[in-house]
């Protein structure tokens, strides 16, 4: 049992336990910043400053480093992989999201068990399937195609998929949807008009989820193209061999996407009918 | 306009059994009550009848139409859910405009419809709000609102006003009342309340554990109520039952109670003649018993005299707790009196309200 005084000063423990937070919250806000911080910076950093021994935190900056990179092919890299993310977004909700919306709403046989066949496929390790699957590619003439990329990451982005929109799904309350049907509705016009944008929050975070994983998405994107490079990709085969603070440059375009994303996905999610659904 | 039929409604969820066997008739612009405990299976049938549930057994028919499996958007029916069930992403006038604009009636026709809709609900100031801004019964105005802006077949309510505070469900109660009057839409509200049930219920279906005890209009339901589950759900505070045995004195037919004995009238004679010797329920309601000097002069009763156990002073109404043998008896007086709590107290009971039912079925006998 704790004591509590009325009216007098909080005991020493109150404040330890302030500052222990604080140190917590502290430590885990570093651990993340940190390194954006520090790639951002030597991202700019002129290659003097970055060399030298004197000069921690550099003084001098350029878009040098951004702009060689970007002339090495980084350019083209990041296009492929804007196109790659997105028809990867696009495929995943196409067939995940009717799935998604199955599981939360009807009851059918062997439900319980499909939904944890599709969490069981994301135990597969990519690269059991990785040689077969370039195989496979280069019969279906898929190989160094954009598509190609877009279908494997599709492949692994669709089991999160599912699972998270029926999940947001299931939050939305099914007399909402019913109503609508007593009103005059029939499936299809009552998922438009009520079920989706009362989904559309937690669904547009599902999508910039999938979008990073997909941008993120290292290993099949380099077995499976040859000149079509991603941009994860093209850093890991070429950047690689460039001198540390393009690495740095690398580094820093390969998080903004993730940042701008995050940014403007927390102001659209907060203003979205003040986020409760009710 | 359709009346509405159902017929041997059976409907299971897995073990539960939600209901055994409902057959209702509700007539081309009745108002029918269900009134019920929770969870006896009134919302289970209102959804049957929206078309959102299907029964397991039996059928629903408006008019000569079968409509057990037709989906709920052919059947032109108008829902209040108990829940509410307003959309969030929509302002409160669209919320209430959405099932007109679904029936795509014309724009000026849509705008005046829910400004009437809104002034009769009290809630014009709330037009521009979003429903996470409105309380639990402005939310439930709303729904209401929504409800009777269009003009459906049959008119669906659960619980609508459970939410309001006194003042407003009283008005409401009379106002839904006019305007189910006004249009004459086939109405079924569902409510647990039964001040709610007996002033607004063309008839009232009362119902419990699935089946329906009693179908009748208020004063049926009241003054002759069909078995002791209706006897004692029906009326505050609830009827005084007690064992009583069928006894022959002298050649006439007693019954024989806790501490006291009731010399019954001729026409009770004739049909409690058969259960001479059994044990019934006897049922009388508080307000039909008085204190001695307050009995209505011409009163043919029955004296009782206990001693007061506790007394309810309500205002207009006092509650007598009396304590007679081991039963307590329960008396309603209109209006305010002093009664001491411990002193005696004879009281005269109404002999032509007497309740008999049957103890092992239940069933009314008298
Ligand atoms: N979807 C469901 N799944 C399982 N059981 C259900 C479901 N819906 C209702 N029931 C059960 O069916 C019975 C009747 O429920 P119903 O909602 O019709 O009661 P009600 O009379 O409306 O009660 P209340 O006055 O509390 O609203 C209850 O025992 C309930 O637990
Ligand atoms: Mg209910």
């Given at each position: 049992m704790s004591r509590t005084e009325i009216g007098g000063r909080p005991p020493l423990r109150y404040y330890l336990s302030k500052i222990l937070f604080a140190g917590i919250v502290l430590i885990a806000c570093s651990w993340i910043l940190l390194p954006i911080v520090i790639s951002a910076l030597y991202a700019f950093s002129t290659p003097k400053d970055f060399y030298?021994?004197?000069?921690?935190?550099?003084?001098h900056y350029t878009f040098a480093n951004i702009k060689e990179l970007l002339d090495l092919g980084a350019a083209r890299a990041t296009m492929n992989s804007v196109i790659v993310a997105c028809m990867t977004v696009v495929f995943s909700f196409i067939l995940g999201l009717p799935a998604g919306y199955a599981f939360a709403r009807f009851a059918f046989k062997g439900k319980d068990s499909l939904k944890l066949l599709i969490i069981g496929?994301?135990?597969?390790?990519?690269l059991v399937i990785a040689v077969p699957l370039v195989t496979l590619y280069i019969r279906l003439g898929l190989n160094d195609t954009l598509l190609g990329v877009a279908l494997a990451h599709t492949t692994m982005a669709l089991p999160f998929v599912i699972l998270i929109t029926s999940s947001i799904f299931v939050s939305v309350p099914i007399e909402l949807e019913e109503a609508a049907f007593v009103f005059g509705l029939d499936r299809t016009q009552t998922f438009l008009r009520i079920t989706l944008p009362l989904a559309l929050p937690g669904l547009t975070a599902a999508a910039i989820f999938t979008f990073i994983m997909s941008w993120n998405e290292v290993f099949m994107a380099a077995v499976l193209t040859l000149t079509n490079r991603t941009l994860p990709a093209f850093i890991l085969t070429s950047a690689m061999a460039a001198p540390d603070f393009i690495k740095f440059a690398a580094s820093f375009i390969m998080i903004l996407p993730a940042l701008i994303f995050v940014f403007i996905a927390r102001k659209y999610l907060i203003s979205m009918w003040g986020i409760t659904i009710r | 306009m359709v009346d509405v039929r159902l017929v041997g409604l059976v409907k299971r969820f897995g073990k539960t059994v939600a209901l055994r066997g409902i057959d209702l008739d509700v007539r081309d612009g009745e108002f029918v009550v269900l009134l019920g405990p929770s969870g006896c299976g009134k919302t289970t049938t209102l959804r049957i009848v929206a078309g959102l549930e299907k029964p397991d057994e039996g059928h629903v028919f408006f008019g000569d139409r079968?409509?057990?499996?037709?989906?709920?958007?052919?059947?032109?029916v108008s829902m209040v859910f108990q829940s509410y069930?307003?959309?969030?992403?929509?302002k409160v006038k669209d919320n209430i405009a959405f099932p007109l604009r679904i029936r795509k009636v014309p724009e000026d026709e849509v705008q005046r419809r829910v400004k009437w809709a809104a002034e009769l609900l009290q809630i014009e100031t709330l037009l521009e709000r979003y429903p996470h801004q409105l309380s639990g019964g402005q939310r439930q105005r709303v729904a209401v609102a929504r409800a009777i802006v269009i003009e459906p077949d049959v008119l669906l309510m659960d619980e609508p006003l459970s939410n309001l505070d006194a003042l407003l469900r009283v008005k409401m109660r009379s106002e839904l009342k006019k305007l189910q009057r006004r249009i004459g839409v086939t109405t079924i509200y569902v409510t647990h309340d039964q001040v709610e049930a007996m002033t607004m219920g063309d008839r009232i279906a009362v119902m419990n554990a699935g089946k329906i005890m009693q179908v009748g209009t208020p004063e049926d339901i009241y003054l002759r109520p069909a078995n002791i589950f209706v006897g004692g759900f029906v009326g505050s505070p609830q009827m005084n039952f007690f064992d009583a045995t069928v006894t022959e004195k002298d050649g006439k037919l007693i019954l024989e109670g806790p501490g006291f004995s009731i010399p019954l009238m001729e026409d009770q004679v004739s049909v409690l003649k058969d259960y001479v010797g059994k044990t019934v329920i006897a049922g009388i309601r508080p307000?039909?018993?008085?204190p001695k000097d307050l009995a209505p002069p011409k009163l043919k009763g029955v004296e009782i005299t206990g001693d007061i156990d506790f007394v309810e002073a309500l205002g207009s109404d006092t509650i007598i707790h009396l304590r007679v043998g081991e039963k307590i008896l329960v008396i309603k007086v209109s209006g305010s009196h002093h009664y001491k709590i411990g002193s005696k107290l004879t009281v005269v009971f109404d002999l032509s309200k007497l309740h008999v039912f049957r103890k092992d079925s239940g069933e009314a006998i008298i």
């Open positions: 030298s021994p004197k000069e921690v935190i550099p003084l496929l994301r135990m597969f390790p990519m | 079968e409509v057990t499996y037709l989906p709920p958007k052919d059947r032109n069930a307003v959309w969030p992403h929509m307000e039909h018993m008085f």
